[in-house]
């Protein structure tokens, strides 16, 4: 008997000592029982920008926008993605996405209102990385490049 009480005093003060993955700070905020938020462990790079239709012309709307990602970490995390020209000007704005370790293949819905127009359009993509909004790295500038007769390609 004098076993078990020990045992019962053990595990209730082991239990007090755990700390829970969503209160660590380099974990980010559980969002569901698999994936936290993007961030702490969890490196981010776009490998990838496309737009749909490429090339597309002056004042085309855009259908969407193709994103890959590459995520370096050891689980799955949780984010949203944000498109941007350079100026500030949002293109895009995304869904909460839950990326696995590896490349993912991501569509965003852009702006209805966003249209090719002047005369340069360069991108950044920004993800919410433990809570704020970052540009994340990329392989390359992704910057669309001006075709004759008025259109635009980001190839």
Partial sequence: MRNVWLLLLSAVVLQSCVVPVESDPRYGER?????????GEHRLRVVD?????????????VRAL?????????GECQTTFQVR?????????????????????????PSERYRFSRSEHCFD???????TARR???????????????RWSLR
């Fill in 31 to 39: 969002r569901d029982d698999r994936s936290v938020f993007c961030g």
């Fill in 49 to 61: 920008l496309d737009i749909s239709p490429d090339p597309i012309g002056d004042g085309q709307p």
């Fill in 66 to 74: 193709n994103l890959r990602v590459q995520a370096d970490g050891s």
């Fill in 85 to 109: 020209e350079r100026d500030g000007d949002v293109v895009a704005r995304g869904r909460v996405f839950r990326l696995r370790p590896g490349t993912n293949e991501i569509v965003l819905e």
């Fill in 125 to 131: 993509v920004l993800a919410d990385v433990a809570g």
């Fill in 136 to 150: 994340i790295d990329a392989a390359r500038t992704f910057c669309a490049r001006q075709l004759p007769g008025r």
